[in-house]
């Protein structure tokens, strides 16, 4: 039970925002609880053994970093690192019969060979270069908003200073700008799936939500790169975790939070346990949780529904597979993102398909290796023996697709997503798969539904709900964390400027809470 009933502010949730709020809190002299309903903290950033008797630790739910600021990381005193992947990314193709690839990566050189090798010319690579230039741009000026008060839409359109890149970040459709300056399909469809990440949409939505979606993918570090975590993405909250405790804070595990009750000065939290009920008390709850669960503890009006889209599948490989395409290593186009069925027709028509109520005939998804960039994952036996881990992450595969009946559903849409992958190896993925202690298949697969069930992330959204344009808007608030109670903050992926393994929120909703 918690060591005390009265604290300046309880957290709801043990995620890796609620931690990164718990530590900053804690170091400004706060007495802070946090109360963890799982038996661990870390919530969808975590490294687990999910192989039985296999000592191999996977970030199972997310597992690669962009949007965590270096500042969270210095003013916390983490230990914690990140390595760059070499290789930005590798894209199977068949072209006149033969197969092929793009190759994003090793140098400007080299990806200018390959870009030219693919299409015939240098075109598609100017256009890229100049595209990812204006975004590159827009980066440097967009990620140091995300840590302080929200800006206006047109303080923050001044400080982009840039009318083209906010007419294709914030105005129009992204579809617009990749027909507009791509014309290779396959060129088209790789830029497009930064926009696709966990957002079911079309490239010509006009909601924008893919917008919103591309422009998180490509702002991270205020370069837009993507990063692996050294030691998997539990190692960067269990560094949370021990800097919050370090400064002070109190970590409770096991314990669930079910009813949030506040007149706006003061508030309770009651939570159970397997060892009975309690109540604490706290000038501040910060709910490290979707918008759907805050509404249900504090009895208000209930959000949209969320729904998310994605197929998360983990593997340990006794080897990586060979390629089609000879021309390209292995080593080199597994450690990037590896597209597949990425095309730009290939999305829209999945797209359809599962927006028509189906799944996609052809599953698009990405694929990569973190133990290429970091071994250290791998128990040193596995190491020795050229074991690999692989990350496979579907895309348009909404949670209303496996309604019906999840685990069938499920089944059938690995097998169809493998069946895509395979068509560019040369060798079936299925013989380089390492087998468990039963002499199981090392491979996991997670639904929409399943994520919702185990980390109760709302319809499986990862982003908790749809992204946000990182300004202000109708009762956002100073910070974009603030709820309609004064003392009551949205710390989790689903506040403004959330999403993603960023830390963002809770920085945001410590700094409201200590006046910043």
């Given at each position: 039970m918690p060591a005390q009933q009265v604290y300046d502010t309880v957290i709801v949730g043990g995620g890796h925002n609620g931690l990164v709020a718990a530590a900053y809190l804690a170091r400004a002299g706060k007495s802070v609880l946090v109360l963890e309903r799982l038996g661990r903290t870390g919530g969808a950033a975590v490294s687990t053994r999910p192989f039985a008797g296999v000592d191999a630790r996977l970030s199972r739910y997310s597992y690669l970093v962009s949007l965590l600021p270096h500042r969270i990381v210095d003013d916390l005193g983490l230990r914690f690192a990140v390595r760059k992947r070499t290789i930005s990314s590798y894209t199977p193709a068949v072209r006149d019969g033969r197969p092929t690839g793009l190759l994003v990566g090793g140098g400007g050189e080299r990806t200018r060979a390959s870009f030219h090798r693919l299409t015939g010319?240098?075109?598609?690579?100017?256009?890229?270069?100049?595209?990812?230039?204006?975004?590159?741009?827009?980066?440097?000026?967009?990620?140091?908003?995300?840590?302080e008060p929200l800006p206006t839409r047109a303080a923050l359109r001044e400080r982009l200073g840039d009318d083209t890149a906010w007419r294709v970040l914030f105005e129009e459709p992204i579809g617009v700008a990749v027909e507009e300056r791509f014309r290779d399909d396959l060129?088209?469809?790789?830029?497009?799936?930064d926009a696709l990440i966990?957002?079911?949409a079309d490239a010509h939505d006009p909601s924008l939500a893919q917008n919103r979606c591309f422009l998180y993918h490509v702002i991270g570090g205020g370069t837009g790169d993507w990063d692996v975590p050294v030691g998997g993405m539990g190692a960067f909250t269990d560094a949370l975790a021990g800097a919050a405790r370090a400064a002070g804070a109190e970590i409770v595990t096991g314990h669930e939070a079910t009813a949030l009750r506040t007149d706006g000065r003061e508030a309770e939290v009651d939570f159970r346990t397997e060892a009975g009920e309690g109540t604490v008390a706290a000038r501040y709850v910060l709910v490290n949780a979707s918008p759907e669960a805050l509404a249900a503890l504090?009895?208000?009006?209930?959000?949209?529904?969320a729904e998310g889209a994605q197929l998360k599948v983990n593997m340990l490989l006794t080897r990586l597979p060979r390629l089609k395409d000879t021309t390209v290593d292995p080593r080199e186009a597994f450690a990037g993102t590896f597209h597949i069925g990425e095309g730009y027709g290939a999305l829209a028509t999945a797209y359809a398909q599962a927006a028509a109520g189906e799944l996609p005939a052809a599953p698009p998804s990405e694929i990569?290796?973190?133990?290429?960039?970091?071994?250290?994952?791998?128990?040193?036996?596995?190491?020795?023996r050229g074991h690999h881990t692989l990350t496979l992450f579907?895309?348009?595969?909404?949670?209303?697709?496996?309604a019906r009946e999840n685990d069938t559903a499920r089944e059938a849409l690995l097998k169809a997503t493998l069946a895509q992958l395979d068509a560019h190896l040369a060798e079936p993925l299925a013989d380089c798969l390492a087998t468990d202690a039963e002499g199981r298949p090392c491979i996991e697969a997670k639904t929409p539904l399943d994520l919702e069930r185990e980390l109760r992330l709302p319809g499986g959204h990862i982003f908790h709900r749809p992204l946000a344009?990182?300004?202000?808007?109708?009762?956002?608030?100073?910070?974009?964390?603030?709820?309609?109670?004064?003392?009551?903050?949205l710390c989790g992926a689903g506040a403004v400027r959330g999403g993603g393994v960023s830390g963002i929120p809770g920085h945001n909703a410590a700094m409201a809470v200590l006046g910043g």
């Open positions: 010319s240098d075109a598609e690579f100017t256009a890229w270069q100049e595209f990812y230039r204006m975004t590159r741009r827009a980066a440097g000026r967009i990620f140091p908003t995300l840590t060129v088209r469809g790789v830029v497009l799936t966990g957002t079911f504090t009895g208000g009006p209930a959000p949209e529904p990569y290796c973190h133990s290429l960039t970091d071994p250290s994952i791998l128990g040193p036996d596995l190491a020795a579907g895309l348009h595969t909404p949670a209303r697709l496996f344009f990182p300004y202000a808007q109708e009762s956002a608030g100073r910070w974009g964390v603030e709820t309609a109670h004064p003392n009551v903050l």
